[in-house]
């Protein structure tokens, strides 16, 4: 069953997510960071999510994952979290390999990223943050 929370500031879903999935997500995200007044951090909130949205995807079993965006002061940040235990890192992958290049383009674009496990040991958060122009955002 999927699930949205739509709670200011911030937008979480929980959901299993499928080839066009990312599409409406960074549709949902731009919504937010426009109506929020942080536009700016869009594009790169927008691929850094597709790339995480793309490892659920690829990597984990049944492609349930939970989505989070939220608001901060300074910025705005997104989370996806799953149920796989097995914890994504940067790899130096071939530079002709079809894969393997994800989180360099989520390190490429954001301001902070990292993995965090679940204290339960039920997965992981994969998250990132985006840095908003100062005087923007709350």
């Not at 149920?83 to 490429?108: K, T």
Request: aromatic content about 6%.
């Amino acid at each position: 069953m999927n699930h949205v929370t739509d709670q200011q500031p911030g937008y979480r879903a929980d959901f299993v997510v499928g080839e066009h999935s990312a599409r409406h997500l960074r549709r949902i995200l731009r919504a937010y960071l426009t109506s929020w007044g942080v536009p700016e951090v869009a594009c790169a909130a927008e691929l850094a999510l597709t790339e995480l949205v793309a490892n659920v995807v690829r990597h984990v079993p049944g492609r349930r994952c939970c989505t989070l965006v939220e608001l901060r002061p300074g910025g705005v940040r997104v989370e996806v979290s799953d149920g796989w235990l097995r914890l994504p890192r940067l790899s130096a992958q071939d530079e002709l390999a079809d894969g393997g290049r994800g989180l360099l383009l989520v390190d490429a674009v954001t301001d902070r990223w990292g993995v965090e496990p679940d204290p339960g040991g039920h997965g992981k958060t994969v998250w990132f943050e985006c840095a908003a122009e100062a005087g923007d955002s709350t």
